[in-house]
C-alpha cells in the first residue's frame, strides 16, 4: 500500500496550537477560505438575482435549473440538484414553477416510472437566450475588477481547488 502525501501547512502559516502538526490556535472565520468563498457566492448570485427577478420574473433556483437544462438535454430532478448544489425540495418547487410557465417539460422515465426527466421547451429555450447575454454581461462587470492576469489565475485557482476537491481529505 502506498504511503498517502501529508498535508503541508505553508510556510507562511500562523504557528499551530500543537507546534505546526494541526490547526491553529486563532480561528479567523473571515480569512477561512470555504466561508469566503460561500458568501462571496451568495453575493454574487444575489446581485446577478436582482437583475434577472426584476427582467424575468425568476427566482435564483430558477435561472440555475433553466441554464442547467438548457446546456443538456434532458436530466433527472436528482441530476439537477446535483448540477445546481441546491437542495431536491427546492428544486422541485422550481421545477414546478418552471414547468407551469411553460420554460420545461416533465416526463417519467422510460423504465423507471418514478424517474423525472426535465427537458427544456421552446419557450424556455426564449427565455434562456434572452438572460444568457446579461449573465455574460454580469460576468464582464464583476471580472473587470481584476486585470487580465488576475482573471486568468483565478480560474486556474478555481480549477485547481476544484481538482483538489475529489481527492481523499487527508490531515
Known amino acids: 500500500m502506498a504511503k498517502s502525501k501529508r498535508v503541508v501547512k505553508p510556510a507562511d502559516a500562523p504557528p499551530s496550537v500543537d507546534g505546526g502538526t494541526g490547526s491553529t490556535g486563532e480561528f479567523d472565520l473571515q480569512d477561512f477560505l470555504p466561508y469566503s ?12 438575482g436582482e437583475l434577472y427577478r426584476k427582467r424575468f420574473d425568476i427566482s ?3 435561472w440555475r435549473i433553466l441554464a442547467h437544462v438548457a446546456v443538456t438535454d434532458e436530466l433527472s430532478v436528482r441530476e439537477i440538484a446535483e448540477g ?21 417539460r416533465k416526463r417519467t422515465g422510460k423504465t423507471d416510472g418514478r424517474l423525472i426527466r426535465v427537458s427544456m421547451t421552446p419557450k424556455g429555450r426564449r427565455l434562456f437566450e434572452r ?12 471580472l473587470d475588477a481584476l486585470a487580465p492576469g ?3 489565475r483565478l480560474q486556474a485557482s478555481i480549477a485547481q481547488l476544484r481538482a483538489r476537491l475529489n481527492q481523499p481529505t487527508e490531515m
Open 37 to 48: 468563498i460561500t458568501v462571496l457566492a451568495a453575493q454574487m448570485s444575489d446581485r446577478f
Open 60 to 62: 435564483v433556483a430558477e
Open 84 to 104: 445546481v448544489v441546491l437542495d431536491k425540495a427546492k428544486v422541485s418547487r422550481a421545477i414546478a414553477r418552471l414547468e407551469a410557465a411553460g420554460h420545461i
Open 131 to 142: 438572460i444568457a447575454p446579461l449573465a455574460n454581461d454580469f460576468q464582464y462587470w464583476l
Open 150 to 152: 488576475e482573471r486568468d
